[in-house]
């Protein structure tokens, strides 16, 4: 895995998924986004920048009010960050 | 007056000499004015507004900037925009004026307009303007969203925003960027690296420390600025090695080692301080010595100035200061875990006294809040709500009131009295009713009690009055004849120093008032209508219900206009336009403006009129004020209807049927209907007056005096000039009577005619001689143009009769003004070569005919608005016209237009 922590400033891989089928511009917020649904769920994978964008994109989704289901870290830069492609997550 | 801004809002941060350069980041920050948007976007303590502040004290280059500390409050959108706008001000005094004004009168209904006339202003700037929005993360208004990604699509060239913010804002960021529209520092960006940390360390704080202990420490803290900081001050007189050993060891959280590492290091008394005032937004010497007893605030503020401990001066005084915010938060959180809830409790309760006495009402009630007491809260809204009415700062008292659950509401009448006259006066009609509901539940009775009930405590029945007065002003509502005499009866009977629910005004002396003056309005006694009014003036001037004193100006203007008085008539609705000039968008504008175009149309300005008719309904529209719709639509259609446009006319009726109230349903049939006859469809008229009961032509009342007017002059087009003569008698005695001298002089002109068109010349010819006088006062002119050829010859018969005098004057004044009108049609007629209009033009002549603004031709031809005022110029240079109604009256003349019906009487 990853040779240093997650720090504020770095871009990271997250997963985060929503209840109901959340239907927005997510482009505006992940990087490389890819929008998936299981069942009601919608299931968001893409890289933020930093943390400030995270919690932009987690202000953004509350204000949608869609109820987080989770959050979940998966990647970020560092030496196996490249070879994480988006869609082995899914 | 406003809700007093808090200037130290807006004032840019002073910059500490100890900083450390950044060039790079400054270039970055320089490249951003080559964009409408810098976005500086990283967690508390990473330096985002020392960077901005630092940088803009360091540029060289003419750049006027303006800076603006947003908090918790501030996502009320109308204050919002007022905060902005305020900012602007700082270096521009003269900008936004306009949009100010707008906010200041109508708060947040129409934010795109207001937005859009600051944009107006914003594209006239000669030099670069940056405004600096910090800590927007604090606004989680989407509408402010909304309102900013709206300014920022639309931001003229040398126009810039700067938004300094925790997280990234909803503005369609990825967008920007994709277009380089924006510049973006962010945490990697703004992260002290190993030099710089070893200059901030070793050079500003003087520490001295080894290569490996600032690498321990950059590691740590991550470049986090607000870190080292803490972690230098920590250092200050004291052996590194011992930090560093007890720093690598423990586990804790960064902040929470460095935050009790910096405590620890001060005295108990600066220690105590800092945690007390930690509650503090912004910190004065006074507020502090209330909050925490100490009398030697203002010392400690300029100790911790001095040391560098988080304090930021707000102003130049050194008079308001604030804690960098993540100091802050660090501090309150160490202030919940060592103080006991109950003091901090105190230091609430301390800080909300002390605002209540400041008369911050607004504050007092927050710092109440977070005690928490309710219970204070709530009596500080009952108690203060005159407050926020005499501040105008009406949206943070239906903000406040909002705050209380709709379920407890009911107990605290008075409270809900006070929003249900801010929503009202801020033209929220549709949340008024809900507060009033809630009284009606206090007392466990419907407000019609008061009228129905005579036993009923006096305090009851004046609370359930001021509830049916409330009510009064919604369409919801629509009061019967009967509901008002009772209303007005129960008024007059309540003792005139009873003091009524809501306590902006000791009483309800000049809601009486005003309503005295609607209830007469509406009974025919005008002449009382207008004495209630101009009471209505004095009283609320008074008390500072500035709500009431323009509304009642408004309809003094009009009880003057009813009784014939035009040149006072005229003088109250200059007056009130002058006393809003700084507010020229005031939604009660909209009513002195329908006067106006009314008493303008009489003295036969028709450019004057057209002008106030339009500008009347633009705020009519704007604000949704139902009640000056109809006198405005009605204006405009009969200023159509003197040059021919009788379709166009109808059009507008027809909008006003759509949503109209009820009262005022026969005055727009009536006139509806003389327009169609005029428009050549006889039968829809006729078929209308069949459905007029003969009895009811008998009994004229006041409220149905202008329609019946019409319904006289459509008998005349329909050869039935006895039953108008009859019809007029009647109003014109009714008109008298009451003292509306305005519609008897009309009733009498049409009924001249009437006269002749039954033969009886002589007889007719007598009647206008008496009333000439009457009319000349005044200067009555289109009341007699609009009877058309029987009265031109009716007043060249008169003026024979006349000797020289000031009425012979008149009278070939008014034959004088008959003629431009003939010469039009003859001109038509007679075959004046008609002009040659390109296709495009004779395209662009029938939407104006439509009525349509440039700005709604451009849109619907898909060109450019600039083009569509070169084509209009071009079309009124062709037939020699120099407004957009003459030239739709002319081209109807010269048969111009596609569908042209245009039979003459």
């Given at each position: 895995?990853?040779?240093?922590?997650?720090?504020?400033?770095?871009?990271?891989?997250?997963?985060?998924?929503?209840?109901?089928?959340?239907?927005?511009?997510?482009?505006?917020?992940?990087?490389?986004?890819?929008?998936?649904?299981?069942?009601?769920?919608?299931?968001?994978?893409?890289?933020?920048?930093?943390?400030?964008?995270?919690?932009?994109?987690?202000?953004?989704?509350?204000?949608?009010?869609?109820?987080?289901?989770?959050?979940?870290?998966?990647?970020?830069?560092?030496?196996?960050?490249?070879?994480?492609?988006?869609?082995?997550?899914? | 007056?406003?809700?007093?801004?808090?200037?130290?809002?807006?004032?840019?941060?002073?910059?500490?000499?100890?900083?450390?350069?950044?060039?790079?980041?400054?270039?970055?920050?320089?490249?951003?004015?080559?964009?409408?948007?810098?976005?500086?976007?990283?967690?508390?303590?990473?330096?985002?507004?020392?960077?901005?502040?630092?940088?803009?004290?360091?540029?060289?280059?003419?750049?006027?900037?303006?800076?603006?500390?947003?908090?918790?409050?501030?996502?009320?959108?109308?204050?919002?925009?007022?905060?902005?706008?305020?900012?602007?001000?700082?270096?521009?005094?003269?900008?936004?004026?306009?949009?100010?004004?707008?906010?200041?009168?109508?708060?947040?209904?129409?934010?795109?307009?207001?937005?859009?006339?600051?944009?107006?202003?914003?594209?006239?700037?000669?030099?670069?303007?940056?405004?600096?929005?910090?800590?927007?993360?604090?606004?989680?208004?989407?509408?402010?969203?909304?309102?900013?990604?709206?300014?920022?699509?639309?931001?003229?060239?040398?126009?810039?925003?700067?938004?300094?913010?925790?997280?990234?804002?909803?503005?369609?960021?990825?967008?920007?960027?994709?277009?380089?529209?924006?510049?973006?520092?962010?945490?990697?960006?703004?992260?002290?690296?190993?030099?710089?940390?070893?200059?901030?360390?070793?050079?500003?704080?003087?520490?001295?420390?080894?290569?490996?202990?600032?690498?321990?420490?950059?590691?740590?803290?991550?470049?986090?600025?607000?870190?080292?900081?803490?972690?230098?001050?920590?250092?200050?007189?004291?052996?590194?090695?011992?930090?560093?050993?007890?720093?690598?060891?423990?586990?804790?959280?960064?902040?929470?080692?460095?935050?009790?590492?910096?405590?620890?290091?001060?005295?108990?008394?600066?220690?105590?301080?800092?945690?007390?005032?930690?509650?503090?937004?912004?910190?004065?010497?006074?507020?502090?010595?209330?909050?925490?007893?100490?009398?030697?605030?203002?010392?400690?503020?300029?100790?911790?100035?001095?040391?560098?401990?988080?304090?930021?001066?707000?102003?130049?005084?050194?008079?308001?200061?604030?804690?960098?915010?993540?100091?802050?938060?660090?501090?309150?959180?160490?202030?919940?875990?060592?103080?006991?809830?109950?003091?901090?409790?105190?230091?609430?309760?301390?800080?909300?006294?002390?605002?209540?006495?400041?008369?911050?009402?607004?504050?007092?009630?927050?710092?109440?809040?977070?005690?928490?007491?309710?219970?204070?809260?709530?009596?500080?809204?009952?108690?203060?709500?005159?407050?926020?009415?005499?501040?105008?700062?009406?949206?943070?008292?239906?903000?406040?009131?909002?705050?209380?659950?709709?379920?407890?509401?009911?107990?605290?009448?008075?409270?809900?009295?006070?929003?249900?006259?801010?929503?009202?006066?801020?033209?929220?009609?549709?949340?008024?009713?809900?507060?009033?509901?809630?009284?009606?539940?206090?007392?466990?009775?419907?407000?019609?009690?008061?009228?129905?009930?005579?036993?009923?405590?006096?305090?009851?029945?004046?609370?359930?009055?001021?509830?049916?007065?409330?009510?009064?002003?919604?369409?919801?509502?629509?009061?019967?004849?009967?509901?008002?005499?009772?209303?007005?009866?129960?008024?007059?009977?309540?003792?005139?120093?009873?003091?009524?629910?809501?306590?902006?005004?000791?009483?309800?002396?000049?809601?009486?008032?005003?309503?005295?003056?609607?209830?007469?309005e509406?009974?025919g006694?005008t002449a009382?209508a207008a004495?209630?009014?101009?009471?209505?003036?004095?009283?609320?001037?008074?008390?500072?219900?500035?709500?009431?004193?323009?509304?009642?100006?408004a309809?003094l203007a009009s009880a003057q206009t009813a009784l014939g008085q035009l040149h006072a008539a005229r003088q109250t609705c200059v007056d009130g336009l002058a006393?809003?000039?700084?507010?020229?968008?005031?939604?009660?504008?909209s009513l002195l403006h329908a006067c106006l175009g009314t008493l303008y149309y009489e003295w036969n300005d028709l450019a004057a009129a057209e002008q106030h008719f339009k500008a009347g309904l633009?705020?009519?529209?704007?604000?949704?004020?139902?009640?000056s719709?109809v006198p405005l639509m009605l204006g405009l259609a009969r200023l159509l209807q003197r040059n021919g446009s009788f379709k166009v006319g109808l059009d507008l009726l027809?909008?006003l049927?759509?949503?109209?109230?009820?009262?005022l349903?026969l005055t727009i049939q009536a006139y509806t209907a003389l327009l169609q006859f005029l428009n050549g469809n006889r039968?829809a008229s006729v078929?209308w007056l069949?459905?007029i009961?003969?009895?009811?032509l008998?009994?004229p009342t006041p409220a149905n005096e202008p329609a019946f007017l019409d319904v006289a002059r459509l008998l005349i087009h329909l050869q039935r000039p006895a039953e108008a003569a009859a019809l007029l008698e009647k109003l014109s005695i009714l008109a008298h009577s009451g003292g509306r001298m305005h519609t008897f002089i009309q009733a009498r002109a049409i009924l001249v005619k009437a006269l002749a068109g039954q033969g009886k010349t002589s007889v007719a010819l007598n009647e206008l001689l008496q009333i000439l006088p009457l009319a000349a006062a005044e200067g009555y002119l289109s009341t007699f143009l609009d009877e058309g050829e029987t009265l031109r010859l009716l007043f060249h018969e008169a003026r024979s009769k006349i000797p020289p005098s000031e009425l012979r004057t008149y009278v070939e004044e008014v034959l004088a003004t008959f003629a431009p009108g003939e010469k039009l049609i003859v001109k038509g007629e007679s075959g004046y070569g008609t002009p040659e209009l390109?296709?495009?033009?004779?395209?662009?002549l029938t939407?104006l005919a439509e009525g349509?603004?440039?700005?709604?031709?451009?849109?619907?031809?898909?060109?450019?608005?600039?083009?569509?005022?070169?084509?209009v110029g071009n079309i009124f240079n062709k037939l020699g016209v120099t407004s957009r109604l003459q030239a739709v009256a002319h081209a109807d003349g010269l048969g111009l237009l596609p569908r042209r019906q245009f039979p003459r009487s």
């Amino acid at each position: 895995m990853n040779t240093k922590p997650l720090s504020a400033d770095q871009p990271a891989l997250y997963c985060l998924r929503l209840q109901g089928r959340v239907q927005a511009d997510w482009g505006d917020w992940l990087s490389d986004a890819a929008v998936n649904y299981d069942g009601d769920q919608t299931i968001l994978k893409g890289t933020v920048h930093d943390q400030s964008e995270l919690f932009g994109l987690l202000s953004f989704i509350r204000d949608l009010g869609a109820p987080l289901l989770l959050v979940e870290y998966i990647t970020h830069q560092g030496e196996d960050y490249e070879n994480q492609p988006v869609q082995n997550h899914l | 007056m406003l809700a007093p801004l808090i200037a130290t809002k807006l004032h840019l941060p002073d910059v500490h000499a100890d900083l450390i350069p950044r060039p790079q980041l400054h270039q970055q920050l320089e490249a951003g004015l080559q964009t409408p948007l810098i976005l500086v976007s990283a967690p508390p303590g990473f330096g985002k507004s020392m960077l901005v502040a630092s940088w803009l004290h360091a540029r060289s280059s003419p750049l006027q900037a303006a800076w603006l500390s947003l908090d918790e409050s501030d996502n009320a959108p109308d204050l919002f925009w007022r905060y902005f706008i305020a900012t602007l001000q700082t270096v521009h005094a003269e900008m936004g004026i306009t949009a100010q004004a707008m906010l200041a009168a109508t708060g947040a209904l129409d934010l795109p307009t207001v937005l859009t006339a600051l944009i107006n202003e914003l594209a006239a700037l000669q030099n670069p303007l940056l405004l600096v929005l910090d800590d927007y993360h604090l606004i989680q208004s989407s509408a402010i969203h909304e309102n900013l990604r709206f300014l920022l699509d639309h931001l003229p060239a040398n126009a810039h925003l700067a938004l300094l913010t925790r997280e990234d804002p909803p503005l369609g960021l990825a967008r920007r960027r994709a277009r380089r529209q924006m510049v973006e520092i962010r945490a990697a960006d703004l992260r002290f690296d190993q030099s710089e940390a070893t200059n901030f360390l070793n050079n500003t704080h003087k520490l001295a420390l080894a290569p490996k202990q600032i690498e321990t420490l950059e590691q740590r803290t991550e470049g986090w600025i607000t870190g080292l900081q803490m972690a230098a001050l920590s250092l200050q007189g004291r052996d590194p090695a011992q930090f560093f050993a007890s720093f690598t060891g423990d586990d804790r959280y960064i902040t929470d080692y460095l935050i009790e590492e910096v405590l620890q290091r001060q005295s108990e008394p600066v220690r105590e301080f800092l945690l007390q005032t930690s509650i503090l937004e912004r910190l004065s010497a006074p507020l502090c010595a209330t909050v925490t007893g100490n009398l030697n605030a203002r010392d400690l503020l300029d100790v911790l100035e001095r040391a560098n401990l988080f304090l930021i001066p707000l102003d130049n005084r050194r008079e308001w200061y604030r804690y960098h915010h993540l100091f802050a938060e660090l501090l309150r959180q160490r202030l919940r875990e060592t103080f006991p809830k109950e003091k901090i409790a105190g230091l609430h309760r301390a800080a909300s006294g002390w605002y209540e006495i400041e008369r911050d009402i607004a504050a007092a009630i927050r710092h109440a809040r977070q005690v928490p007491d309710e219970i204070r809260a709530r009596h500080l809204i009952e108690r203060y709500s005159g407050v926020f009415f005499q501040q105008g700062a009406l949206p943070q008292l239906v903000e406040m009131a909002e705050y209380i659950p709709p379920g407890e509401r009911e107990n605290l009448p008075r409270v809900c009295a006070a929003a249900a006259w801010a929503s009202l006066a801020t033209n929220q009609y549709d949340v008024v009713d809900g507060w009033l509901k809630a009284i009606e539940r206090h007392f466990s009775l419907p407000a019609s009690a008061a009228l129905t009930a005579p036993d009923l405590g006096l305090a009851i029945r004046a609370a359930m009055l001021e509830v049916l007065v409330i009510r009064l002003h919604l369409p919801a509502y629509p009061p019967s004849a009967a509901h008002l005499t009772a209303l007005r009866k129960q008024l007059n009977a309540l003792p005139p120093e009873q003091p009524c629910l809501f306590n902006i005004s000791a009483n309800l002396k000049p809601v009486i008032a005003y309503n005295q003056g609607l209830l007469a309005e509406i009974d025919g006694a005008t002449a009382l209508a207008a004495s209630a009014f101009n009471e209505t003036l004095t009283l609320s001037l008074e008390r500072g219900n500035r709500f009431l004193y323009h509304l009642g100006r408004a309809h003094l203007a009009s009880a003057q206009t009813a009784l014939g008085q035009l040149h006072a008539a005229r003088q109250t609705c200059v007056d009130g336009l002058a006393e809003n000039a700084p507010l020229s968008a005031s939604p009660y504008l909209s009513l002195l403006h329908a006067c106006l175009g009314t008493l303008y149309y009489e003295w036969n300005d028709l450019a004057a009129a057209e002008q106030h008719f339009k500008a009347g309904l633009d705020l009519a529209r704007l604000w949704n004020v139902w009640e000056s719709r109809v006198p405005l639509m009605l204006g405009l259609a009969r200023l159509l209807q003197r040059n021919g446009s009788f379709k166009v006319g109808l059009d507008l009726l027809e909008e006003l049927r759509a949503n109209s109230i009820e009262s005022l349903a026969l005055t727009i049939q009536a006139y509806t209907a003389l327009l169609q006859f005029l428009n050549g469809n006889r039968a829809a008229s006729v078929a209308w007056l069949a459905t007029i009961p003969a009895e009811s032509l008998l009994e004229p009342t006041p409220a149905n005096e202008p329609a019946f007017l019409d319904v006289a002059r459509l008998l005349i087009h329909l050869q039935r000039p006895a039953e108008a003569a009859a019809l007029l008698e009647k109003l014109s005695i009714l008109a008298h009577s009451g003292g509306r001298m305005h519609t008897f002089i009309q009733a009498r002109a049409i009924l001249v005619k009437a006269l002749a068109g039954q033969g009886k010349t002589s007889v007719a010819l007598n009647e206008l001689l008496q009333i000439l006088p009457l009319a000349a006062a005044e200067g009555y002119l289109s009341t007699f143009l609009d009877e058309g050829e029987t009265l031109r010859l009716l007043f060249h018969e008169a003026r024979s009769k006349i000797p020289p005098s000031e009425l012979r004057t008149y009278v070939e004044e008014v034959l004088a003004t008959f003629a431009p009108g003939e010469k039009l049609i003859v001109k038509g007629e007679s075959g004046y070569g008609t002009p040659e209009l390109s296709d495009r033009e004779r395209e662009i002549l029938t939407l104006l005919a439509e009525g349509l603004s440039n700005q709604e031709i451009a849109e619907r031809l898909v060109i450019s608005i600039t083009t569509v005022k070169t084509h209009v110029g071009n079309i009124f240079n062709k037939l020699g016209v120099t407004s957009r109604l003459q030239a739709v009256a002319h081209a109807d003349g010269l048969g111009l237009l596609p569908r042209r019906q245009f039979p003459r009487s």
